[in-house]
């Protein structure tokens, strides 16, 4: 319910379409859910609300891109946004499984995949045009700017050298959609 529940704001009847998956957080035994079609018909209807209007929005090439990643243990996500009228709207989210290999990654080399794999993902909207990177991964600000000594990270640094963006770095709590999709990937 976190990623759903952010966008909530964007989804008319959020409270009552979810009222069967939040009802199943209530009760003396956290352990047992009993999952029923009504449960299903709400995930299923907050499933496809997440994946189209408000919440969705076509990229508008005039405007800048947003690119948020993130990484965790078990996978690697990202969020492609525009802002508009102050608020930003995500244009595609994407993540998947890291492999085991992956799994092993010192943080700063799955940090720095996680910015790789967004990039090369969303190449058709990012090639070209100048974007805004962020991260919640500080060190990965100075990617550009310092002599890296890891070879792995020294790579990547090299592959997305074509790529025009400004990094930022944010809060952790600030990176709601990418943190979300890194710990549960599809």
């Known amino acids: 319910m976190g990623l759903v529940g952010y966008y909530s704001r ?3 009847n959020f409270a009552a379409i979810s009222a069967p998956l939040t009802d199943l957080t ?3 035994n956290p352990n047992r859910v009993k999952w029923g079609s009504s449960q299903g018909a709400a995930f299923d209807t907050l499933k496809s609300r997440l994946a189209s209007a408000p919440i ?3 990229p508008d ?3 800048p891109f947003i690119l948020r990643c993130d990484a965790s243990d078990v996978g690697v996500g990202s969020v492609l946004m525009q802002e508009e009228d102050g608020v930003k709207y995500p244009i595609c989210f994407a993540s998947r499984k890291l492999q085991p290999r992956e799994v092993k990654y010192a943080t700063i080399e799955k940090e720095c995949l996680a910015v790789v794999w967004a990039m090369e993902k969303f190449q058709i909207y990012l090639h070209g045009v100048e974007f805004l990177l962020e991260t919640d991964h500080h060190p990965l600000v ?3 700017k310092a002599k890296i000594k890891n070879s792995r990270v020294l790579r990547w640094a090299l592959c997305i050298q074509p790529f025009r963006f400004v990094i930022k770095a944010i809060k952790g709590s600030e990176n ?3 943190d979300f ?6």
Not at 181 to 186: H, I, M
């Open 181 to 186: 999709l890194s710990r549960c990937p599809a």
């Open 26 to 28: 209530r009760g003396s």
């Open 10 to 12: 964007f989804i008319p």
């Open 61 to 63: 090439m005039s405007k």
């Open 176 to 178: 709601y959609g990418a």
């Open 142 to 144: 100075y990617i550009n």
């Open 56 to 58: 969705l929005h076509l």
